[in-house]
């Protein structure tokens, strides 16, 4: 079936440094990626869509600034948390596919001290 | 905008029995997809069991099925003969087209010995 990577999947960061979590399909082409965030005890809230070679697309309320995303490849999309903030602390999960079908990253858990 | 309900925070089963979590959703689409998740402590978002809305029939997926009523926007997932590992967060999702996958807040499942 297919696999969805994420990496890291801790990571604890300085308040003001940049930390970039990747997204990568190991044994398909996504054509379309999804960066979601986590709170504790919450739902899944999606952060924006990116396709392959275009912009991202971010949902309202979501900084496109801080939250750099670049989809360079069929196979890897990245998000970027830039100047990171305590309030930043949350669990990042992606969703990759295509029309066939999508398939959640295990996701990484953000700590910024 | 849709938005997906489900009103059992926590639920409780007793191992080999029969649990139902509740799930309702709101939308103006005749054409869309139901999902139920789980998540485990690992965070691994697992897809359960999906429904296609212009089925009629109930997908069933092992111990795992749900009762879909369309009229009434609800989908429901039934467990049957639960088991230790199914202890987890269970989320319900609609999808209407790729971008827009909307979640419930959440179930968590306790199963008990």
């Known amino acids: 079936g297919a696999v969805v990577s994420q990496h890291p999947s801790r990571v604890i960061c300085k308040s003001g440094t940049s930390v970039k979590i990747e997204c990568r399909s190991l044994?398909?082409?996504?054509?379309?990626m999804f960066w979601y965030r986590q709170f504790p005890k919450q739902s899944l809230m999606l952060m924006a869509t990116?396709?392959?070679?275009?912009?991202?697309?971010?949902e309202q309320g979501v900084e496109k600034d801080k939250f750099l995303i670049n989809h360079a490849s069929l196979t890897l999309s990245t998000l970027t948390v830039t100047s990171a903030h305590p309030e930043d602390s949350s669990f990042y999960i992606c969703r990759a596919g295509t029309d066939y079908g999508y398939t959640f990253g295990s996701g990484t858990r953000l700590t910024v001290v | 905008a849709q938005t997906v309900t489900q009103s059992q925070p926590e639920m409780s089963v007793q191992e080999a029995e029969t649990v139902t979590l509740s799930c309702t959703y709101d939308t103006s689409e005749s054409d869309y997809y139901l999902f139920w998740y789980k998540q485990p402590p690992s965070r691994q978002m697992i897809l359960v069991i999906r429904?296609?809305?212009?089925?009629?029939q109930n997908a069933t997926e092992n111990r795992f099925s749900v009762n879909f009523q369309k009229a009434a926007k609800s989908f429901s997932l039934k467990i049957s003969d639960s088991q230790l590992g199914d202890a987890a967060m269970y989320f319900c999702?609609?999808?209407?087209?790729?971008?827009?996958?909307?979640f419930g807040a959440g179930t968590r499942l306790t199963v008990k010995p």
């Open positions: 044994d398909f082409q996504a054509t379309t």
């Open positions: 429904q296609e809305a212009y089925k009629q």
């Open positions: 990116s396709n392959e070679g275009s912009k991202a697309t971010y």
């Open positions: 999702a609609y999808r209407r087209d790729l971008r827009d996958m909307r």
